[in-house]
């Protein structure tokens, strides 16, 4: 098409139509969760690795601020959406592969680098899975509550508990135990275990408990600021003993579900039967014929 074409100005005003401003917020926050994860890759080849942790929690803040922010101010796109993926396959799968190698797991040489690089691509599957699963209709209602398997932000938190502990003061496992480890998060992250997934829980807060709400959120971000590797261990210990609960949450909405399918089968099957109950017999006294040769 030529710029003499009639149709030319429309369908230039059509593509290059402005974005508005609305959705370029949620996706400056996923580049800047993006630049976290680099920067945290950087620190670990550098061994600051108290800050390349800092920087992946950071980064996990915005990944669950960026989603909110969208849909509170309506800026959800199909471009954002992608560029969340990107961001955390960088930042969960990539960055504490790196960090988990870099500190301890190159002690095993390609042990540890292949623990690293699984647990890299476990992200990036789990997040593959994530997407395709999305507009899936035979998913049942109350699976929407739920992740299958850990989700990748949760795994990152997850997989650097050894370097918390380390952080405590608690003398360091052996390499192969920390890369055991780091495939066993792998696995969960790939498995199709049910994880609570908190969408859920409602965001509106009654007047009355705005001001406890938000001393108690201040005060949790003053305890991650001043003990970050207390509060980093209790949450991942408590996350890893929640997920046996998730399990059986969701087995016992399957069992609910399955009882009201099958009342709601015999409750349509039941006027059927009740009327041919009431449907005389053929007598085998009766005459065959067609009436009109009776």
Not at 125 to 142: G, H, M
Not at 261 to 277: K, L, N, V, W
Request: hydrophobic share 50%; aromatic share 10%; with cysteine.
């Amino acid at each position: 098409m030529t710029p003499f074409d009639p149709q030319y100005p429309q369908l230039r005003r059509r593509r290059f139509r402005p974005i508005p401003v609305r959705m370029l917020v949620p996706n400056f926050i996923t580049l800047l969760a993006i630049c976290a994860g680099l920067t945290a890759i950087r620190l670990s080849t550098e061994g600051r690795m108290d800050l390349a942790v800092y920087a992946i929690v950071f980064a996990a803040v915005l990944d669950g601020v960026d989603g909110r922010v969208a849909r509170m101010i309506k800026g959800q796109s199909k471009f954002g959406a992608e560029l969340d993926s990107l961001a955390d396959f960088v930042n969960f799968g990539v960055a504490p592969g790196l960090i988990l190698y870099f500190w301890q797991l190159h002690e095993l040489n390609n042990g540890g680098w292949i623990a690293a690089m699984v647990f890299a691509i476990s992200g990036g599957l789990r997040l593959a899975r994530f997407n395709a699963s999305i507009d899936d209709p035979d998913k049942p209602a109350f699976a929407a509550n739920y992740f299958t398997g850990v989700p990748a932000p949760g795994g990152a938190i997850l997989a650097l508990l050894p370097v918390y502990l380390a952080f405590l003061g608690i003398p360091k496992a052996p390499a192969v135990l920390t890369a055991a480890y780091t495939l066993l998060i792998a696995f969960l992250m790939v498995s199709r275990l049910p994880v609570f997934s908190g969408k859920s829980v409602k965001m509106r807060v009654p007047p009355e408990m705005v001001l406890p709400v938000f001393v108690s959120v201040v005060f949790f971000i003053a305890l991650l600021i001043g003990y970050p590797w207390h509060i980093l261990s209790i949450c991942s210990v408590l996350y890893l003993m929640s997920l046996p609960l998730g399990w059986k949450s969701y087995r016992d909405h399957e069992r609910i579900a399955a009882s009201a399918a099958a009342a709601a089968t015999a409750g349509s099957a039941e006027p059927t039967t009740a009327a041919s109950a009431f449907t005389p017999a053929p007598s085998d006294t009766e005459d065959e014929r067609p009436t009109r040769l009776n």
